[in-house]
Nanobody, 128 residues
Framework: QVQLVESGGGMVQAGGSLRLSCAAS????????MGWFRQAPGKEREFVVH????????YYADSVKGRFTISRDNAKNTVYLQMNSLRPEDTAVYYC?????????????????????WGQGTQVTVSS
């Protein structure tokens, strides 16, 4: 497991943008598969996007495709989530997650149980 610290949340009007950051501990960050999940009040946690360790393949939930972009800076042990064209329904606590194991094509990285480390979450509020 590693420590993950998210930042960058806040309040924005619909149509606006925010960039979330997630800083990770550990010396093999480039190998970690990193994911973003979110949980809105009264709803279950849902997958947003992941980026596979080493290879860098990205996969987005349909609800954010074309609006959100995940990226990573391995030199800074940081993964980013650029969120554009935000909508009120994007309002949620956003969580960063890491799978510190060897990336595997047999894992469903859209499922939270495949991650062994989680951040504390950062609130994103989009007003209409």
């Amino acid at each position: 497991q590693v420590q993950l610290v998210e930042s960058g949340g806040g309040m924005v009007q619909a149509g606006g943008s925010l960039r979330l950051s997630c800083a990770a501990s550990g010396r093999t960050f480039s190998r970690y598969t990193m994911g973003w999940f979110r949980q809105a009040p009264g709803k279950e946690r849902e997958f947003v996007v992941h980026i596979i360790g080493s290879g860098g393949t990205k996969y987005y939930a349909d609800s954010v495709k074309g609006r959100f972009t995940i990226s990573r800076d391995n030199a800074k042990n940081t993964v980013y989530l650029q969120m554009n064209s935000l909508r009120p329904e994007d309002t949620a606590v956003y969580y960063c997650a890491a799978d510190t194991g060897v990336p595997s094509s047999t894992k469903y990285y859209t499922r939270g149980y495949n991650y062994d480390s989680w951040g504390q979450g950062t609130q994103v509020t989009v007003s209409s």
